[in-house]
């Protein structure tokens, strides 16, 4: 009992401090545990996330079933005829996946950091990191779960849509003050988290051809 109450207190405490540093509150990012302990601890956001990457799984198997949507689905699973698994193998084989590109990044940016002469903040902003990636995962998952509303209705797409970019300026920010990186090293530092995403999904989908 007393671990989960710990546990609760620093995710809202790490929760605050990542609204604090969005909205430039001074000195927000006190609230995150940089520590080698915070920083260990981080890494539960993923289990926070599981319900999240639960919800976006059956947004895409419910998709992948629609003979009219297959056509928008990555490249392994666009048709009926090729996703010939259960929804069960495909949900847990997702959340691997999604739970190696939480782990790979870290692991890349702790290399990239220390070409960048920024190795002292790794801790920091890995914790940071790993902790907007809940409401970042939350507002990227929006538009996928409600991508038949869009379709019904065109002109919600395009506010849909701006929640990524709302999810993408969380996570550059966090990556610009936690990192204390120019503003183009920030975009870079995206760049780096979405090319890992893309790699490991269209991986995912080649094994499943």
């Given at each position: ?6 546990f ?22 006190k609230g ?10 981080s ?44 929804f ?122």
């Amino acid at each position: 009992m007393n671990q989960m109450r710990g546990f609760w207190e620093e995710f809202t405490e790490s929760m605050r401090a990542v609204v604090g540093i969005c909205l430039n509150r001074p000195n927000a990012e006190k609230g995150l545990d940089a520590s080698l302990h915070g920083f260990v601890n981080s890494f539960f956001a993923f289990i926070v996330l599981i319900p999240l990457f639960t919800l976006l799984c059956a947004s895409q198997w419910d998709i992948a079933y629609d003979p009219n949507l297959r056509e928008f689905l990555a490249p392994g699973i666009s048709s009926q005829d090729t996703l010939n698994i259960s929804f069960t193998f495909f949900l847990w084989t997702r959340l691997a996946v999604s739970l190696i590109h939480f782990l790979a990044f870290p692991a890349a940016m702790f290399a990239l950091t220390s070409m960048l002469g920024h190795k002292e903040n790794y801790f920091g902003f890995i914790v940071g990191w790993n902790w907007a990636s809940i409401p970042a995962s939350l507002l990227f998952l929006l538009p996928v779960v409600l991508f038949k509303v869009t379709l019904a209705a065109p002109l919600l797409a395009f506010p849909l849509m701006a929640l990524w970019l709302v999810a993408l300026w969380i996570l550059w920010r966090i990556t610009r003050m936690l990192l204390k990186t120019e503003w183009l090293t920030s975009i870079g530092v995206l760049v780096l988290w979405g090319a890992l995403a893309t790699f490991f999904d269209l991986l995912y989908s080649a094994l499943l051809v």
